[in-house]
Antibody
Framework: QVHLVQSGAEVKKPGASVKVSCKAS????????IHWVRQAPGQGLEWMGC????????NYAQNFRGRITMSRDRSINTAYMELTSLIYDDTAVYYC?????????????WGQGTLVTVSS | QSALTQPASVSGSPGQSIALSCTGT?????????VSWYQHHPGKAPKVMIY???NRPSGVSNRFSGSKSGNTASLTISGLQAEDEADYYC?????????FGTGTKVTVL
């Protein structure tokens, strides 16, 4: 059974960084891209980017370029999303989701979500 | 990349059919057949209902169907049920990334 398990909630101060993990199980980690999507309170879903666990290749949404880094550790089937220079508007639930490589969006399995709160 | 435009809310009575729209441009919805629809119940992970405009993943009810005309994609829910009450988001490939729609809240009256 496919599972994506994310790290726990975080509280960060403005200007700090946060790194969220997403541990995959139940499938071959390198066969699927990992995408990151967030939802701010009362707002819609926002695509942040994706990583190819096979070669580490990334594609970031323009809104986040310069302060987002996605990485992976194939030895423990885990993907990471790090966001720097946090602002209050980065308060959101962050999700990871898997998808087959390609242009289609078919996120068939999601993590449980990680709440990141930016507060002074 | 701007979010795709969806109506804020759509409602219907049980058993009725409703259609949700998702409007983009020729650079996203109109340019590629890579439109998906996600159902999102608050507090739960989103669930893909339609991908590649018309394809329904296994396990998704055939009451859900997708289509596209020009720069606008649509999700039709037929035989509306109470469990269909949720937020629905479309997505599209943009040529270099993925963009979500603004979301539609579906209310079952």
């Amino acid at each position: 059974q496919v599972h994506l398990v994310q790290s726990g909630a975080e509280v960060k101060k403005p200007g700090a960084s946060v790194k969220v993990s997403c541990k995959a199980s139940g499938y071959t980690f390198t066969d699927y891209f990992i995408h990151w999507v967030r939802q701010a309170p009362g707002q819609g879903l926002e695509w942040m980017g994706c990583i190819d666990p096979n070669n580490g290749g990334t594609n970031y949404a323009q809104n986040f370029r310069g302060r987002i880094t996605m990485s992976r550790d194939r030895s423990i089937n885990t993907a990471y999303m790090e966001l720097t220079s946090l602002i209050y508007d980065d308060t959101a639930v962050y999700y990871c989701a898997r998808d087959i490589p390609g242009y289609s969006s078919n996120y068939d399995s999601w993590g449980q979500g990680t709440l990141v709160t930016v507060s002074s | 990349q701007s979010a795709l435009t969806q109506p804020a809310s759509v409602s219907g009575s049980p058993g009725q059919s409703i259609a949700l729209s998702c409007t983009g441009t020729s650079s996203d919805v109109g340019g590629y057949n890579f439109v998906s629809w996600y159902q999102h119940h608050p507090g739960k992970a989103p669930k893909v209902m339609i991908y590649d405009v018309t394809n329904r993943p296994s396990g998704v009810s055939n009451r859900f169907s997708g289509s596209k005309s020009g720069n606008t994609a649509s999700l039709t829910i037929s035989g509306l049920q109470a469990e269909d009450e949720a937020d629905y988001y479309c997505t599209s490939y943009t040529g270099s990334s993925t963009v979500f729609g603004t979301g539609t809240k579906v209310t079952v009256l």
